[in-house]
Protein backbone atom coordinates (compact mmCIF):
# COMPACT_ATOMS: atom_id res chain seq x y z
CA UNK A 1 0.00 0.00 0.00
CA UNK A 2 0.96 3.61 -1.05
CA UNK A 3 1.49 6.47 1.85
CA UNK A 4 3.15 9.46 2.66
CA UNK A 5 4.07 11.21 5.85
CA UNK A 6 4.16 15.19 6.06
CA UNK A 7 5.66 14.96 10.30
CA UNK A 8 4.89 19.10 10.70
CA UNK A 9 1.22 20.42 10.68
CA UNK A 10 2.93 23.99 9.92
CA UNK A 11 6.09 25.39 9.61
CA UNK A 12 7.38 28.61 10.21
CA UNK A 13 10.08 31.00 8.43
CA UNK A 14 11.17 34.35 8.21
CA UNK A 15 11.59 35.88 4.90
CA UNK A 16 14.58 35.75 3.37
CA UNK A 17 15.63 32.34 5.31
CA UNK A 18 15.60 28.71 3.58
CA UNK A 19 13.00 27.04 4.07
CA UNK A 20 12.31 22.85 4.28
CA UNK A 21 8.97 21.19 4.01
CA UNK A 22 9.55 17.51 5.07
CA UNK A 23 8.30 14.28 2.99
CA UNK A 24 8.55 10.65 3.51
CA UNK A 25 6.89 8.19 1.42
CA UNK A 26 5.88 4.68 1.40
CA UNK A 27 5.46 2.68 -2.11
CA UNK A 28 6.07 -0.73 -3.73
CA UNK A 29 8.91 -0.40 -6.55
CA UNK A 30 10.06 2.70 -8.03
CA UNK A 31 7.83 6.08 -6.69
CA UNK A 32 6.66 8.88 -9.09
CA UNK A 33 7.11 12.33 -6.07
CA UNK A 34 5.46 14.87 -6.43
CA UNK A 35 5.10 18.67 -4.63
CA UNK A 36 1.36 20.37 -4.88
CA UNK A 37 0.65 23.65 -3.09
CA UNK A 38 -2.50 25.21 -2.44
CA UNK A 39 -3.89 28.91 -2.15
CA UNK A 40 -7.11 29.22 0.23
CA UNK A 41 -9.74 28.09 -1.45
CA UNK A 42 -8.62 26.80 -4.57
CA UNK A 43 -7.79 23.66 -6.00
CA UNK A 44 -4.23 22.32 -6.24
CA UNK A 45 -0.78 23.32 -8.36
CA UNK A 46 1.73 21.30 -9.62
CA UNK A 47 5.20 22.42 -8.16
CA UNK A 48 7.90 19.69 -9.21
CA UNK A 49 8.13 16.03 -9.72
CA UNK A 50 10.31 12.97 -9.42
CA UNK A 51 10.57 10.39 -12.04
CA UNK A 52 13.78 8.88 -12.40
CA UNK A 53 17.34 10.26 -13.00
CA UNK A 54 18.70 13.50 -10.74
CA UNK A 55 17.88 13.04 -7.50
CA UNK A 56 18.04 16.71 -7.41
CA UNK A 57 14.59 18.16 -9.27
CA UNK A 58 13.57 21.84 -9.52
CA UNK A 59 10.72 23.23 -10.24
CA UNK A 60 8.06 26.19 -10.37
CA UNK A 61 8.57 29.74 -7.82
CA UNK A 62 12.23 28.68 -6.68
CA UNK A 63 11.24 25.24 -5.04
CA UNK A 64 13.28 22.28 -5.21
CA UNK A 65 13.52 18.81 -3.84
CA UNK A 66 15.93 15.98 -3.54
CA UNK A 67 15.04 12.46 -3.78
CA UNK A 68 16.66 10.05 -1.12
CA UNK A 69 16.16 6.60 -2.11
CA UNK A 70 17.64 5.15 1.40
CA UNK A 71 15.56 7.08 3.54
CA UNK A 72 12.48 7.16 1.46
CA UNK A 73 12.48 11.20 1.46
CA UNK A 74 11.42 13.99 -1.00
CA UNK A 75 12.21 17.39 0.88
CA UNK A 76 10.54 19.99 -0.39
CA UNK A 77 13.20 23.31 -0.26
CA UNK A 78 13.45 27.19 -0.81
CA UNK A 79 16.72 29.12 -0.83
CA UNK A 80 15.31 32.25 0.31
CA UNK A 81 11.72 32.20 1.03
CA UNK A 82 8.92 34.84 0.01
CA UNK A 83 6.20 36.07 2.20
CA UNK A 84 3.62 35.31 -0.93
CA UNK A 85 5.42 31.37 -1.03
CA UNK A 86 2.59 31.03 2.39
CA UNK A 87 0.27 28.34 1.53
CA UNK A 88 -0.82 24.48 2.32
CA UNK A 89 1.62 22.21 0.15
CA UNK A 90 1.22 18.52 -0.10
CA UNK A 91 3.49 15.72 -0.78
CA UNK A 92 2.44 12.80 -3.19
CA UNK A 93 3.18 9.24 -4.30
CA UNK A 94 2.30 7.02 -6.89
CA UNK A 95 3.83 3.79 -7.96
CA UNK A 96 5.47 2.80 -11.28
CA UNK A 97 4.94 -0.51 -11.27
CA UNK A 98 1.12 0.01 -11.44
CA UNK A 99 0.87 2.36 -13.87
CA UNK A 100 1.28 5.21 -11.43
CA UNK A 101 -2.24 6.03 -12.20
CA UNK A 102 -3.11 5.94 -8.30
CA UNK A 103 -1.77 9.38 -6.53
CA UNK A 104 -2.05 9.42 -2.51
CA UNK A 105 -1.88 12.89 -1.01
CA UNK A 106 0.27 13.41 2.61
CA UNK A 107 -1.40 15.72 5.01
CA UNK A 108 -0.29 18.65 4.17
CA UNK A 109 2.36 21.47 5.80
CA UNK A 110 1.11 24.91 6.26
CA UNK A 111 3.86 27.30 5.53
CA UNK A 112 4.13 30.75 7.29
CA UNK A 113 6.34 33.32 6.13
CA UNK A 114 6.88 36.05 8.31
CA UNK A 115 7.83 39.14 6.80
CA UNK B 1 -4.83 23.51 -23.81
CA UNK B 2 -6.42 21.65 -21.87
CA UNK B 3 -8.95 22.80 -19.48
CA UNK B 4 -10.86 21.15 -16.29
CA UNK B 5 -14.31 22.57 -15.47
CA UNK B 6 -16.10 21.48 -12.13
CA UNK B 7 -19.36 22.48 -10.98
CA UNK B 8 -21.37 23.50 -8.93
CA UNK B 9 -18.50 25.64 -6.98
CA UNK B 10 -20.75 25.95 -3.69
CA UNK B 11 -23.87 23.69 -3.13
CA UNK B 12 -25.56 23.87 0.79
CA UNK B 13 -27.97 20.32 0.48
CA UNK B 14 -29.89 19.02 3.82
CA UNK B 15 -29.44 15.35 4.97
CA UNK B 16 -30.41 12.59 2.64
CA UNK B 17 -30.86 14.64 -0.09
CA UNK B 18 -29.40 13.48 -3.41
CA UNK B 19 -25.63 15.03 -5.15
CA UNK B 20 -24.45 15.48 -8.45
CA UNK B 21 -20.98 16.75 -8.84
CA UNK B 22 -19.91 16.69 -12.42
CA UNK B 23 -16.61 17.74 -14.38
CA UNK B 24 -15.10 17.77 -17.29
CA UNK B 25 -12.46 18.14 -19.32
CA UNK B 26 -11.31 19.81 -22.53
CA UNK B 27 -8.52 19.46 -25.07
CA UNK B 28 -7.14 16.05 -24.71
CA UNK B 29 -8.60 12.60 -25.23
CA UNK B 30 -8.65 9.13 -22.64
CA UNK B 31 -7.88 11.19 -19.19
CA UNK B 32 -7.21 9.36 -16.12
CA UNK B 33 -9.67 11.21 -14.19
CA UNK B 34 -10.18 11.54 -10.46
CA UNK B 35 -12.27 12.76 -7.07
CA UNK B 36 -10.88 13.87 -4.18
CA UNK B 37 -12.48 14.96 -0.80
CA UNK B 38 -10.17 17.55 1.62
CA UNK B 39 -11.73 17.91 4.49
CA UNK B 40 -11.09 20.66 7.23
CA UNK B 41 -8.54 22.69 4.63
CA UNK B 42 -6.06 19.81 4.64
CA UNK B 43 -5.55 16.18 3.96
CA UNK B 44 -6.77 14.84 0.33
CA UNK B 45 -8.51 11.48 0.30
CA UNK B 46 -8.49 9.80 -2.95
CA UNK B 47 -12.28 8.66 -3.37
CA UNK B 48 -12.43 7.57 -7.33
CA UNK B 49 -10.11 7.42 -9.79
CA UNK B 50 -11.26 6.01 -14.01
CA UNK B 51 -8.38 5.43 -16.37
CA UNK B 52 -11.06 4.99 -18.91
CA UNK B 53 -15.28 4.83 -19.61
CA UNK B 54 -16.86 2.20 -17.29
CA UNK B 55 -13.39 1.71 -15.56
CA UNK B 56 -13.88 3.04 -12.24
CA UNK B 57 -12.15 2.22 -9.20
CA UNK B 58 -13.65 3.08 -5.68
CA UNK B 59 -10.82 3.49 -2.71
CA UNK B 60 -13.03 4.72 0.68
CA UNK B 61 -16.31 2.50 1.20
CA UNK B 62 -18.44 5.09 1.49
CA UNK B 63 -22.21 7.05 0.53
CA UNK B 64 -20.81 8.04 -2.58
CA UNK B 65 -20.30 6.51 -6.18
CA UNK B 66 -18.65 7.71 -9.29
CA UNK B 67 -19.90 7.50 -13.12
CA UNK B 68 -17.89 8.19 -16.40
CA UNK B 69 -20.66 8.42 -18.82
CA UNK B 70 -18.56 9.90 -20.99
CA UNK B 71 -14.30 9.91 -22.18
CA UNK B 72 -14.03 13.28 -20.47
CA UNK B 73 -17.00 13.32 -18.15
CA UNK B 74 -16.53 12.15 -14.28
CA UNK B 75 -19.71 12.69 -12.44
CA UNK B 76 -19.51 12.19 -8.32
CA UNK B 77 -23.28 11.08 -7.28
CA UNK B 78 -25.17 10.54 -3.75
CA UNK B 79 -28.38 9.26 -3.19
CA UNK B 80 -28.89 10.29 0.35
CA UNK B 81 -25.63 12.71 1.70
CA UNK B 82 -24.91 12.42 5.42
CA UNK B 83 -23.19 15.21 7.59
CA UNK B 84 -20.19 13.55 7.13
CA UNK B 85 -20.39 14.37 3.68
CA UNK B 86 -19.48 18.26 3.71
CA UNK B 87 -16.27 18.95 2.37
CA UNK B 88 -14.05 20.11 -0.68
CA UNK B 89 -14.33 18.38 -3.52
CA UNK B 90 -11.61 17.85 -5.84
CA UNK B 91 -11.59 16.91 -9.41
CA UNK B 92 -8.59 16.04 -11.73
CA UNK B 93 -7.08 14.56 -14.34
CA UNK B 94 -3.83 12.96 -15.67
CA UNK B 95 -2.91 11.70 -19.31
CA UNK B 96 -0.17 12.26 -21.43
CA UNK B 97 -0.64 16.06 -22.36
CA UNK B 98 -0.24 16.22 -18.16
CA UNK B 99 3.32 14.51 -18.38
CA UNK B 100 4.31 11.66 -16.17
CA UNK B 101 0.59 11.21 -13.94
CA UNK B 102 1.06 15.22 -13.08
CA UNK B 103 -2.82 16.13 -12.10
CA UNK B 104 -4.55 19.20 -12.52
CA UNK B 105 -7.10 19.84 -10.71
CA UNK B 106 -10.09 21.76 -11.01
CA UNK B 107 -11.57 24.92 -8.72
CA UNK B 108 -13.21 22.60 -6.42
CA UNK B 109 -16.87 22.76 -5.20
CA UNK B 110 -17.92 22.99 -1.15
CA UNK B 111 -20.44 20.89 -0.20
CA UNK B 112 -22.32 21.65 3.37
CA UNK B 113 -24.22 19.31 4.30
CA UNK B 114 -26.92 21.04 7.31
Known amino acids: AQSVAQPEDQVNVAEGNPLTVKCTYS??????LFWYVQYPNRGLQFLLK??????LVKGSYGFEAEFNKSQTSFHLKKPSALVSDSALYFCAVSAANTGGFKTIFGAGTRLFVKA | SQTIHQWPATLVQPVGSPLSLECTVE??????LYWYRQAAGRGLQLLFYSIGIDQISSEVPQNLSASRPQDRQFILSSKKLLLSDSGFYLC?????????????FGAGSRLTVL
Open chain 1, 27 to 32: VSGNPY
Open chain 1, 50 to 55: YITGDN
Open chain 2, 27 to 32: GTSNPN
Open chain 2, 92 to 104: AWSGLDSGANVLT
